[in-house]
């Protein structure tokens, strides 16, 4: 190995885990930790799994590496977002009505969810239902200092609808909050009203956190609905495929 020409090593280097390289090969001699902590590395690795262009030029280390990074782990924080696993995973349940319930794609006078990766969906009373999730950072892996200096975006995703007989109500909380709980940047949407004999479809809501300052450790996601009908039963706002991505 000590004859092998750095570019070679880098090659076989790009050809193992990322985890292993930084916490093993990395401590193995100083070439390897220089190696390693290079941007031509951590580009190759990126172009590998096409998170860069071939024509791609070499930036500092810590921008590939933080990308790759973000890449790998980049998936849905958000636990049981289509009610496959009733309310499990979902805290401050607020039932108000009959309570949430979960029912079967496209459910009556519905219309099928635009994914077919999706069977289930959450269904609010006559009564205001709300339902919450608290994703901590740290343990889903994006460590304080790739939080407080890269800041990478933090995009957060719903989907709600209404039955066509019905008219409804909905709305959607986000908050990023510091280790002490502390809101350090929030979105809120309207109450967005949906009127009795809509079409029944499906409407997606987004909210993208950038440039949100250091500190931030927990994301709070919180939405709401019910009828407006206030008929006995589930007739009121349905969500879901919920989501919350960090994202490069």
């Known amino acids: 190995m000590e004859t092998l020409p750095e570019p070679l090593l880098v090659r076989i280097f790009a050809s193992l885990p990322a985890v292993e390289l930084v916490l093993v090969c990395r401590l193995v001699c100083s070439q ?65 009505g009959d309570g949430w319930a979960i029912e079967d794609l496209p459910g009556n006078f519905g219309q099928e969810f635009p994914s077919e990766d999706v069977h289930k969906y959450f269904v609010s009373s006559f009564e205001w239902c709300c339902k919450s999730q608290v994703i901590d950072l740290r343990a889903e892996g ?11 975006k933090i995009v957060v995703k719903d989907w709600y609808a209404a039955r066509c007989d019905a008219g409804c109500l ?26 009795q004999g809509n079409e029944g479809e499906w409407t997606e809501i987004t909210h993208t956190f950038a440039d949100y300052g250091p500190g931030v450790c927990f994301v709070r996601f919180e939405h709401g609905g019910q009828d407006t009908v206030y008929w006995k039963g589930w007739y009121g706002a349905r969500v879901t495929h919920s989501s919350v991505t960090v994202e490069p």
């Open 32 to 96: 390897w930790k220089n190696l390693i902590d290079g941007a031509a590395l951590w580009l190759l690795k990126c172009q590998q799994e096409g998170f860069a262009g071939e024509d791609a030029e070499e930036e500092s280390a810590d921008s590939w590496q933080t990308l790759y990074f973000l890449n790998k782990r980049k998936r849905n924080l958000i636990k049981n977002p289509d009610g496959e696993e009733g309310l499990e995973h979902w805290q401050d349940v607020e039932n108000g």
């Open 142 to 152: 994006y460590w304080e200092e790739l939080m407080d200096t890269t800041q990478p």
């Open 170 to 195: 909905y709305n959607l909380k986000v908050q990023l909050l510091s280790s002490t709980e502390e809101v350090l940047a929030e979105f809120v949407s309207d109450t967005i009203a949906v009127p």
